[in-house]
């Protein structure tokens, strides 16, 4: 039994046509959007995938409504941002595998969903002291 191939980058969508879009959308949003948000400011490398559009496991599939979808995502502008490899390969890599976002430089946990960032319940009436 043999295994199947690994895809090759080209195969995945990143030919020269990904290659054309990446380097256009990087000239409109230079800087790393991950970093700015903390107030840095840094050129930015990649073109990421806001949501992993999953075009090899699409293939995989074979089902062709869903390649068609991963292809749309893949090719959705609103889905791309521009990051610095350093947060690419880091903190995104670390949202995608535990959805969670790490901390800020005060040691709050950067995830909105995080316990810490909701807000305080207010004590309901007949419950607690006194």
């Given amino acids: ?5 690994p895809l090759t980058s ?4 990143y030919g020269y046509r990904w290659q054309k879009a990446r380097a256009d959308h990087l000239r409109r949003s230079p800087l790393c959007v991950f970093c ?3 107030g840095r400011l840094v050129a930015a490398s990649v073109v990421d995938h806001i949501k992993a559009p999953r075009l090899g496991d699409a293939k995989l599939s074979g089902d062709p409504e869903r390649l068609a979808d991963a292809w749309r995502l893949f090719w959705d502008r609103t ?3 521009s990051l610095c490899k350093t947060c690419h390969d880091s903190t995104k890599q670390r949202m995608e595998k535990g959805g969670r976002l790490g901390c ?3 040691g709050l946990p950067l995830d909105p969903r995080h316990h810490w960032n909701r807000p305080a319940q207010a004590a309901k009436p007949g419950v607690g002291g006194g």
Avoid at 1 to 5: P, T, W, Y
Avoid at 10 to 13: F, P, S, V, Y
């Fill in 79 to 81: 889905n791309w941002q």
């Fill in 104 to 106: 800020s430089d005060s």
């Fill in 1 to 5: 039994m043999s295994k199947a191939k």
């Fill in 10 to 13: 080209a195969a995945k969508g």
């Fill in 36 to 38: 700015q948000d903390k």
